[in-house]
């Protein structure tokens, strides 16, 4: 069966770091360009950030730049969400699924099924 399973999530004070993972299960993620969103409670799931299959190209929206970063590792078939800086509004659960890449730039719009998420919290 073909997905991909989130961790890292969890409970951390506003100022706070998580670092996010997902684990590509059933295929080999080197082809594919992968992204993170988010879904607040009452909210749209909205994009956050996304690295193409190489690694070379990134995206991220504009309220996280500075405070996140998006990183591979297509030998552990995994990709990573470094979060710094945490606030409260970055309360959400957060998702990885495959997006779409134009011109060997990753594009947050996804193009594969979405898994369970990690749910982070960011509350004093």
């Known amino acids: 069966q073909l997905q991909l399973v989130e961790s890292g999530g969890g409970l951390v004070q506003p100022g706070g770091s998580l670092r996010l993972s997902c684990v590509a299960s059933?295929?080999?993620?080197?082809?594919?360009?992968i992204g993170w969103f988010r879904q607040a409670p009452g909210k749209e799931r909205e994009g956050v950030s996304c690295i193409s299959s190489s690694g070379g190209s990134t995206n991220y929206a504009e309220f996280v730049k500075g405070r996140f970063s998006i990183s591979r590792d297509n030998a552990k078939n995994t990709v990573y969400l470094q979060m710094n800086s945490l606030k409260p509004e970055d309360t959400a659960v957060y998702y990885c699924?495959?997006?779409?890449?134009?011109?060997?730039?990753?594009?947050?719009?996804?193009?594969?099924?979405w898994g369970q998420g990690t749910q982070v919290t960011v509350s004093s």
């Open positions: 699924v495959r997006v779409l890449t134009v011109k060997a730039m990753c594009v947050m719009i996804s193009s594969g099924s």
């Open positions: 059933g295929f080999t993620l080197d082809y594919y360009a």
